[in-house]
């Protein structure tokens, strides 16, 4: 009897493949095994995350992001090493792409995935969502231990790529900066760090409010000073 052929590119209801699954559970050998697939027709497809009550939270999510968002390290360089099927700066519908994906999600205690995504050069490191919020925001709020992961990516973040990340950026939503976000949410590990590589410009004011980093501190975390 002929074994029956399997469609690699085959979607559950979300849009999701075999490829996305794999993905995200860090099964680098199948994720391996399933891009080599003659069948695959796109190692891109994306699908939709769908949260309580059948609602989509998050849309537009390639297998590389899902690597990256689910703090896979190992699948997401599989994914990256094929760029003639993986779109490495891909964003979802929220616009945020695979770093800051890798900042934002809850698998930030451990930093591998963002230390192995800062080595792949192409990529912005101040690519923003739709809110203008950067990875270095995102790190900047989790930092809140010296020997925390999302500590250790921030560092690693502001070293490797020193020239390239721009401490003082504003987001779009309140004109705050990484140290501003920090400060607020009383993350001292990170605000400290971003201290001691130029995050303090006192010149930068969030608005409408006008208040500084500074100011800011004063009123939500007078332990940050």
């Not at 994914?79 to 809850?106: C, F, K, N, Q, Y």
């Amino acid at each position: 009897r002929t074994a029956p052929k399997r469609d690699a590119g085959a979607k559950l209801p979300s849009g999701e493949t075999a490829l996305h699954l794999a993905a995200r559970a860090g099964a680098a050998a199948i994720v391996a095994q399933t891009m080599t697939h003659p069948m695959l027709r796109a190692a891109d497809t994306t699908h939709v995350v769908v949260g309580e009550g059948g609602r989509p939270v998050a849309g537009g999510r390639t297998a590389f992001l899902d690597a990256a968002a689910y703090g896979q390290a190992e699948a997401a360089a599989v994914l990256a090493s094929r760029p003639d099927l993986v779109d490495i700066h891909a964003t979802d519908a929220r616009g945020r792409g695979a770093l800051l994906l890798a900042s934002d999600e809850a698998h930030a205690s451990d930093p591998a995935t963002v230390v192995y995504l800062l080595s792949l050069e192409a990529l912005d490191v101040n690519a923003a969502d739709a809110d203008g919020l950067t990875p270095l925001m995102r790190l900047a709020q989790r930092a809140r231990l010296e020997d925390g992961g999302p500590h250790a990516a921030l560092q690693a973040l502001l070293v490797a790529r020193r020239g390239e990340v721009d401490v003082n950026a504003t987001d779009r939503s309140a004109g705050m900066t990484a140290l501003m976000h920090g400060v607020k949410r009383g993350a001292r590990a990170g605000v400290r760090t971003l201290l001691a590589h130029g995050g303090s410009d006192e010149k930068v004011a969030a608005w409408p409010s006008g208040e500084t980093a500074w100011m800011l501190a004063s009123l939500c975390t007078p332990e940050a000073f």
